[in-house]
């Protein structure tokens, strides 16, 4: 009788610990207060936090990645330059950003190529405003003027630089570009009295026109034409380690991207408003509306070699391009493709 007693009570013993055990285990014992399973926590940086990005947006507040198992956390970088950093230290997963910034890493020698694995513009997403209104407006109109600009490098400036030459205006001697403002402060300093026009994305550029202290007048998105602007990139050794996290990311993406083709301005300003709490849900219609009209957004997240070598040429003609990487070493269409079409 003892004997059983005591038996009991270790096997009794034994089982709680082995059970304290396996809830100590990754993954065991820690659903959430729902009952779901954790996903995967993945930091993704951003450039700057836009309407412009809305499939993304859509993305998240649709659940797309959570239901491809994916803890998403966003932070915003606010400059390509500080999100490629973040990628490249490792504090970020995932970068969206201007690919531009994958070809200056590679080219000073990156040891961990950082790969492009999904597009998400196909234009340009910033706009130039003018102090006054200017009925018929030319690109000309600019000859002697002071315009706040972008970074020198980052694709708002280098598109600007470009439909510029591309209408016959050289950016070093027929106007003044002011370079020396921080990106996300030249709207306020327009606001404040600097330059004649400026070069803004949304919501910056509807804010002043609301304040009335600018003036939309030209779509760099319209005037430059079809251009990779945005895409989603990660250090190779991260893509070679998590296959199946970039292809749920992806897979969000697509769905995301799907989402904004098949729904109205109203529709989707409605999803991505608890993005942006501090404007109001008929602004974000109106620049969803204007986005839309000049095709902003693909419908897949393939990054193509056509929009690829358009990418170096732009470069090239900003005098940033010291050698031209082969497509095949800084994009990756798999997952992409994938997404798109999925088997």
């Known amino acids: 009788m003892s004997f059983r007693f005591h038996f009991k009570k270790s096997f009794l013993t034994l089982l709680c610990i082995l059970s304290l055990v396996i809830m100590a285990l990754p993954g065991c014992g820690a659903k959430k207060e ?11 940086n951003e450039v700057a936090h836009s309407i412009f990005y809305a499939p993304m947006y859509a993305a998240i507040e649709e659940g797309y990645f959570k239901e491809e198992g994916i803890d998403l956390e966003l932070v915003t970088g606010f400059g390509a330059d500080k999100t490629m950093t973040a990628v490249l230290s490792g504090e ?10 994958t070809v200056y890493t590679y080219n000073e020698g990156a040891s961990d190529v950082v790969l492009n694995f999904a597009q998400l513009t196909q234009r340009a997403g910033n706009f130039l405003v003018a102090r006054e209104p200017v009925e018929n407006f030319k690109w000309s109109d600019l000859k002697g003027k002071n315009v706040l600009g972008g970074r020198a490098g980052g694709m708002p400036e280098m598109v600007f630089e470009f439909v510029l030459k591309k209408n016959n ?3 070093m001697a027929d106007l003044m570009i002011d370079q020396s403002i921080d990106f996300g402060s030249t709207a306020a300093a327009f606001s404040g009295g600097q330059g ?8 910056s550029a509807t ?50 991207m799907q989402y904004v083709n098949e729904h109205t ?11 942006f709490p501090d404007t109001e849900e008929s602004v974000i219609t109106a620049i969803v509306e204007r986005y839309q009209k000049q095709d902003t957004w693909k419908e897949d997240v393939i ?26 070493d800084l994009v990756n269409t798999e997952f992409a493709e994938h997404a798109a079409n999925p088997e």
């Open 34 to 44: 729902d009952g779901s399973e954790p996903g995967k926590k993945v930091v993704l």
């Open 92 to 101: 970020a997963d995932i970068g969206f950003m201007g690919p531009e910034t």
């Open 169 to 171: 205006i050289d950016p």
């Open 196 to 203: 004649d026009f400026t070069v803004e994305f949304e919501p």
């Open 207 to 256: 804010s002043l026109e609301s304040e009335q202290a600018g003036y939309v007048v030209a779509s760099l998105g319209i005037d430059s034409g079809y251009v990779p602007y945005t895409a989603f990139s990660a250090k190779e050794s991260y893509i070679n380690d998590n296959p199946q996290i970039i292809q749920s990311f992806t897979n969000a993406l697509q769905k995301g």
């Open 265 to 275: 301005s109203e529709e989707i300003a409605k999803t991505i408003a608890p993005q």
């Open 303 to 328: 990054f193509t070699k056509d929009a690829y070598t358009l990418l170096l040429d732009i470069l090239d003609e900003s005098n940033q391009l010291t050698d031209r990487p082969p497509y095949e």
